[in-house]
């Protein structure tokens, strides 16, 4: 069964900083594109970043640009979004999501990642 558990969310205040971590099992994980996504309240879900699958190359939304950074530690089936400069306007449901194995490249379209974490709840203060 395949799974993916994010973490690291939580309550901040806007300039401050947090780093989400996606561990994946129950398959393999350093063939697969991974991508983080985000849903605000009344909002439908919108891409924020992906990465290939050795961490080579890596594409952000425009909004995220130069204060996110995606990464993933391949021997810990693990990827990271590490937020910086945190915007009120940030605050949404983070998940992840895992390409199918095989589809090493990164892709900022939902409907090419075929497995998806339950999310974590980012929230930031003004």
């Known amino acids: 069964q395949v799974q993916l558990v994010e973490s690291g969310g939580g309550l901040v205040q806007a300039g401050g900083s947090l780093r989400l971590s996606c561990a994946v099992s129950?398959?393999?994980?350093?063939?697969?594109?991974m991508g983080w996504f985000r849903q605000a309240p009344g909002k439908e879900r919108e891409f924020v970043a992906s990465i290939n699958w050795s961490g080579s190359s890596t594409y952000y939304a425009n909004f995220v640009k130069g204060r996110f950074t995606i990464s993933r530690d391949n021997a810990k089936n693990t990827v990271y979004l590490q937020m910086n400069s945190l915007k009120p306007e940030d605050t949404a449901v983070y998940h992840c999501?895992?390409?199918?194995?095989?589809?090493?490249?990164?892709?900022?379209?939902?409907?090419?990642?075929?497995?998806w974490g339950q999310g974590t709840q980012v929230t930031v203060s003004s």
């Open positions: 999501a895992a390409r199918r194995v095989g589809r090493t490249y990164y892709s900022t379209s939902e409907s090419d990642y075929n497995y």
């Open positions: 129950g398959r393999p994980f350093s063939t697969s594109g």
